[in-house]
T-cell receptor
Framework: EDQVTQSPEALRLQEGESSSLNCSYTVSGLRGLFWYRQDPGKGPEFLFT?????EEKEKERLKATLTKKESFLHITAPKPEDSATYLC???????????WGLGTSLAVNP | NAGVTQTPKFQVLKTGQSMTLQCAQD?????MYWYRQDPGMGLRLIYY???????DKGEVPNGYNVSRLNKREFSLRLESAAPSQTSVYFC???????????????FGSGTRLTVV
C-alpha cells in the first residue's frame, strides 16, 4: 500500500537551532515529492517539488533533499516565523492522486 | 493576484441541510481540486477536475457533488449534511493536467464547516 509517514509529529526548537524533518514514503513509481507549509487557519503553501534521488532544492533557511526512500527538510538557523506545520505529499505514477503525510508541527521559540 | 478564493469561510449546518461551497481561481489553471482536512487523517481528496468540463471522484466522494462551472470556478455541494462531514474544506488548483508533477498546488484559505 502506498504510504507517506512524517516524523517527528511535533518539534520545538530554539531560534537558531538547526534541525531536520523527515518524510518517508512507500510508493511504486514516484512522480514527484512535494513539501508544503501550513500556517494555522490557512491553506497549505507550496514550497518545493523533488523528482529524483539526489535532487536538492533551497529557499531561504529551508533545504529539501530526496533519496529513494525518504526526503528531508533541513531548517538552518530557524526563526520564530518559521513556526508552522510542514506537510509532505507524494505523486505515485500508478495512482492518480497525491498521497499526503500528516505533517510535522514546528514551533521555534525566540 | 487573489489566487484561490473560497466562500464562505465559516458555516454551521444542521443535519440534513444542504449547501454549496464556492471556489474560484484567477491564475488560468486547468486543474482544480476539493480536499477535506481532519485531525489525524490529513488531507483527503474529495473530487477533482483535470480540465474544464471534466470531474472525477477522489478518495472520499460519498455525500458530495461537484460542478466545474467554467475554467475559473469549481463548486462543492453537500446535498444532505451529516455530522461526519464536519471538517475544513480546501480548494486547490494547479497549472498542469491531472496530477501533473511539474507544478505545486495553490490552495485557498479553507471553509470551516460544522454540522450539528
Amino acid at each position: 500500500e502506498d504510504q507517506v509517514t512524517q516524523s517527528p509529529e511535533a518539534l520545538r526548537l530554539q531560534e537558531g537551532e538547526s534541525s531536520s524533518l523527515n518524510c518517508s514514503y512507500t510508493v511504486s513509481g514516484l512522480r514527484g515529492l512535494f513539501w508544503y507549509r501550513q500556517d494555522p487557519g490557512k491553506g497549505p503553501e507550496f514550497l518545493f517539488t523533488l523528482y529524483s534521488a539526489g535532487e536538492e532544492k533551497e529557499k531561504e533557511r529551508l533545504k529539501a533533499t530526496l533519496t529513494k526512500k525518504e526526503s528531508f527538510l533541513h531548517i538552518t538557523a530557524p526563526k520564530p516565523e518559521d513556526s508552522a506545520t510542514y506537510l509532505c505529499a507524494v505523486n505515485a505514477g500508478n495512482n492518480r492522486k497525491l498521497i499526503w503525510g500528516l505533517g510535522t508541527s514546528l514551533a521555534v521559540n525566540p | 493576484n487573489a489566487g484561490v478564493t473560497q466562500t464562505p469561510k465559516f458555516q454551521v449546518l444542521k443535519t440534513g441541510q444542504s449547501m454549496t461551497l464556492q471556489c474560484a481561481q484567477d491564475m488560468n489553471h486547468n486543474s482544480m481540486y476539493w480536499y477535506r482536512q481532519d485531525p489525524g487523517m490529513g488531507l483527503r481528496l474529495i473530487y477533482y477536475s483535470a480540465s474544464e468540463g471534466t470531474t472525477d471522484k477522489g478518495e472520499v466522494p460519498n455525500g458530495y457533488n461537484v460542478s466545474r462551472l467554467n475554467k475559473r470556478e469549481f463548486s462543492l455541494r453537500l446535498e444532505s449534511a451529516a455530522p461526519s462531514q464536519t471538517s475544513v474544506y480546501f480548494c486547490a488548483s494547479t497549472q498542469g493536467g491531472s496530477f501533473k508533477t511539474n507544478y505545486g498546488y495553490t490552495f485557498g484559505s479553507g471553509t470551516r464547516l460544522t454540522v450539528v
